[in-house]
C-alpha cells in the first residue's frame, strides 16, 4: 500500500495561533525521501544591495502560511491529494561569507533534485537562485525560466562582486544553465543606470515584458504565449517579491513603484500550469519593512500556488 499523503494540520485540530510554524504546518521532515516536492527556507541576505532582512524571510513566510488551507478553491487544485509534500526546514549558510553560502546551497539542492523532488524555495536574497539553477541543470540539462521581478538581475558586477543578488541570471547565462530561447522576464520597470540595461536580456533572447506592458490588463493573454514559449523542456519559476508593487508588498529590500497587482502575480503563476515545473522560488521577503506581516502572507500564499502548478497535481472536477 503507499503511503498516505501528508495533509496540512487543520484549525480544528490546533488553533492556526498554535504549534510549530512549519509551511502550512506540514511535516517537517529531514531530507527528500519519498517526496514529490517540498518546502524549503534559504534565509540569506549576504547578497543584498539596499536594505538587509531576508534571513528572515523563510521563519515569516511561514508564519503566515498557518492562514492557509489545503485547496484551491479559485483553480480546484488539491496538492496534498496528489504529491508527498513536506516542509524540509532551511539550508544552514554561512551567515559570515557568501560564496560559501553559495556552495552550501548549491549541495543542499543536489540532494533534493537527484531523485526528482521539486522543491519551492522560501527566500531569501535572490543570489540563492544561481546555485539552485546550477543544481537544477546537473539534473535536468538547461531550463527555461519564468522570472518575475522589478529588476533584470544581470548586473555584470555589484561593487565589483560577480556574485550578489542583481547578478544571477548573467551568471546563469554565462554557465549555461539557461535555455535562452525560453527565457521570459515579467514586470521589469524603475531607473536604470543606463538607458539599454534591459537591452541585455533581449540580446540573449529572452522576452522581456516591462512592467507598463501590463498594467490594467489580465495578464491571463500574456501567459498562454508564455507557455507557447515554453513548453517542450524543464521550466523554473523565480519570484521576486518586489515584482509586486510596494502598495501590496512593502516589506523588501529594493522596492519599485508602479509594479505588479496581487491578481496579475495570480494570473502569472496560474498561468504556469501545464508547463515541466521542476521547481520555483519565492524571495526577497524582509520582515523588518513588514510589521504588519501584509507581504509574507502575501508571499505564503504565491508559494503555495507555485505547489498548485507542479506536475502531477489532481484538480478537482
Known sequence: MPEPHFQPLGGNDMPRFGGIATMMRLPLQQGVQGLDACFVGV?????TSNRSGTRFGP????????LLRPYNMATRAAPFDSLQVADIGDVAINPYNLLDSVARIERAYDDIVVNGCRPITLGGDHTLALPILRAMHRRYGPVGLIHVDAHADVNDTMFGEKI???TPFRRAVEEGLLDCKRVVQIGLRGTGYAAEDFDWCRDQGFRVVQVEECWNRSLVPLMAQVRELL???PAYLSFDID???????????TPEIGG???PQALEIIRGARGLDIVGADLVEVSPPYDPQGTTALLAANLA????CVLPGVDYRT
Open 43 to 47: 534565509p540569506l541576505d549576504l547578497g
Open 59 to 66: 521563519r515569516q513566510i511561514r508564519t503566515e502560511s498557518v
Open 164 to 166: 550578489a543578488h542583481g
Open 231 to 233: 513548453t517542450g523542456g
Open 243 to 253: 515584482g509586486i508593487d510596494p502598495a501590496y508588498a512593502p516589506g523588501t529590500g
Open 260 to 262: 505588479l497587482t496581487v
Open 304 to 307: 503555495f500556488e507555485q505547489l
